[in-house]
């Protein structure tokens, strides 16, 4: 079992750029969520999806989007990168309470 | 929503002394409590966890305990080693939707 896994690992765009992250789970957790994590502030939920077709809006969902076709898949789009949303984005999925981590996006937008 | 604050933001300890860190919530709705730890580069990985019908829980030598009446929670770690070091996050769950509040983190220098 690969768990959760994120890609890409590494991006760089430029301002009004748009891009997708991938997060995909092999464990047939119905919940999954994205965070994003900046030195000091811990990580904020930014969408989460209790279940395949849904998702619900975090603590800090502006300038993001997301979808959940299929169970095992979780994607999150920036449609217009800004500076603020340089930052490094973790997926996870959980069945219980306790949340699996992906390895981590590091996305730099210049 | 809820808030959670944790405490101190930085921590060195020597080996072999205990470390304890302190987290408080806001929302009295929360029944879910872990603690991740997280290397430098790598992921936040699940260390202790604890539901709000129970006070304390230990697996060997780490401890988390739980005052629901005061809101707020602390992570007790013995007998420290130099693998212990690195950012510890607690977090809380209200929602059905088992989404977690995280605190700002508590790096933590185990000293040789």
């Known amino acids: 079992n690969a768990g959760v896994t994120q890609t890409p690992k590494f991006r760089v765009l430029k301002t009004g750029q748009s891009m997708t992250l991938l997060c995909a789970q092999d464990m047939n957790h119905e919940y999954m969520y994205w965070y994003r994590q900046d030195p000091g502030m811990g990580l904020r939920l930014i969408h989460y999806s209790v279940g395949e077709g849904t998702t619900a809006k975090g603590e800090v969902p502006d300038g993001y989007n997301v979808s959940r076709l299929k169970k095992q898949n979780f994607l999150l789009g920036l449609e217009s990168a800004a500076p603020s949303q340089t930052s490094v984005y973790f997926c996870a999925s959980s069945h219980l309470r306790e949340q699996f981590f992906g390895p981590g996006t590091r996305l730099t937008v210049l | ?112």
């Open chain 2, 1 to 112: 929503g809820e808030n959670v604050e944790q405490h101190p933001s930085t921590l060195s300890v020597q080996e072999g002394d205990s470390a304890v860190i302190k987290c408080t919530y806001s929302d009295s709705a929360s029944n879910y409590f872990p603690w991740y730890k997280q290397e430098l580069g790598k992921r936040p990985q699940l260390i202790i966890d604890i539901r709000s019908n129970v006070g304390e829980k230990k697996d060997q030598r780490i401890a988390v305990t739980l005052n629901k009446t005061a809101k707020h929670f602390s992570l007790h770690i013995t007998e420290t080693q130099p693998e212990d070091s690195a950012v510890y996050f607690c977090a809380a769950s209200p929602g059905s939707a088992r989404q977690l509040t995280f605190g700002s983190g508590t790096q933590l220098t185990v000293l040789p």
